[in-house]
């Protein structure tokens, strides 16, 4: 029996082990605010910069740059350590840039040798007053963004819109891979119904969809708590949040259209079909229209999925797990309500 159920113990320490890892491994040391937040050429100024789980005042000289592009970087002329959240730093900007823009952003780089390198984009934006790359060119001078201490630790990498809610990726993302699969395996049952004609497969369907729509609705809860704190309200009529509502209410229909048919094989060959179609939906609801269109949520209308930085190795360590686990909850559920309906079938025959 235990070499039987062997995937319920995986899905349950999986699952232990995500909410551990998930909730208490600490955020890189970031950058939350600047000041000022803008300034024009010509000035010289004092930026104020506002860490994020930072340690300035344990480490060595702190330098500071702010980065135009790959070949354009102003180093700060002095940096003034005023805690372990606070640094000051001073800058000279030139009275002309190498670019034929009005206003030009610039990403804020600190480094030191204990929190290592971190950024803040579009951190300051400087207004040209004359416009002139030739002379901007002349004026610029270089100071290359080189020699970042780099050393891997176990967090999690620190961005400025998600914060602490980055956490949220090892619920409400692999909420949706599992009702993806979920919802997979609803409309293979059903599928097997219509080939075999036995109940036993459609009972599964049906407690399979229940368990996708469950998940479905795990994910749309979450996602709305996650946009409340990036986007400001839990609702925004984002196309991703308005074409899953409209998936998950053409699933919530298939349990409309059982309750209408009292006879078993009839229900039966009627959810099959219905399941089917709800399913060729889901894909071109969730996954193609957001993607056709402008879209707040990553992946969707040009805003890309999470990358590189954003889903990086210490996360993948967590994210992947968390699919793995959640998946085979939602496995497990299904097979207990198809156990239960099971039971209560055989009662009433009785």
């Not at 005023?82 to 952003?105: H, I, T, W």
């Not at 001078?141 to 620190?158: C, D, K, R």
Request: proline letters at 5%; charged letters at 20%.
């Amino acid at each position: 029996m235990a070499r039987k159920n062997w995937w319920k113990a995986l899905s349950v320490l999986l699952l232990l082990y995500v909410f551990i890892a998930g909730l208490t491994v600490p955020l890189t040391p970031g950058i939350t605010t600047v000041s000022p937040s803008s300034v024009r050429t010509g000035e010289s100024f004092t930026l104020e910069a506002t860490g994020y789980n930072s340690r300035y005042t344990q480490g060595g000289p702190i330098r500071a740059w702010l980065k135009m592009d790959d070949e354009h970087a102003l180093a700060a002329e002095s940096v003034e350590v005023a805690g372990d959240r606070k640094v000051k730093a001073f800058f000279r900007m030139p009275e002309y840039l190498p670019v034929d823009r009005k206003v030009q952003d610039f990403t804020l780089v600190l480094d030191s040798e204990v929190d290592g390198a971190s950024i803040l984009p579009s951190a300051v934006f400087v207004t040209q007053d004359s416009i002139d790359p030739e002379m901007g060119q002349k004026a610029w001078t270089n100071s290359p963004v080189a020699q970042l201490h780099e050393h891997w630790t176990m967090t999690y990498p620190f961005r400025n819109i998600l914060g602490e809610t980055i956490r949220n990726t090892y619920f409400h993302v692999p909420m949706w891979f599992a009702m993806l699969f979920i919802f997979i395996a609803s409309v293979v049952y059903s599928v097997r119904y219509l080939r075999k004609g036995d109940l036993g497969n459609d009972n599964k369907a049906e407690a399979y969809t229940r368990v996708g729509i469950l998940f479905g609705l795990m994910g749309l809860g979450t996602g709305a708590i996650w946009a409340k704190n990036t986007w400001g309200a839990y609702w925004s009529g984002d196309v991703k949040q308005n074409m899953t509502a409209i998936a998950l209410l053409i699933y919530f229909a298939y349990f409309v259209l059982r309750a209408v048919f009292e006879d078993p094989e009839k229900k039966a060959r009627i959810s099959a079909v219905y399941n089917i179609f709800a399913f060729s939906t889901l894909i071109p609801l969730i996954y193609v229209i957001p993607r056709l269109t402008d879209s707040l949520h990553p992946g969707s209308g040009g805003n890309p999925a999470f990358g590189s930085q954003d889903l990086d190795n210490t996360m993948r360590m967590v994210f992947y797990p968390a699919v793995i686990g959640w998946t085979l909850l939602g496995f497990w559920i299904a097979n207990l309500l198809y156990r239960m309906e099971k039971i209560q079938l055989w009662l009433m025959e009785r």
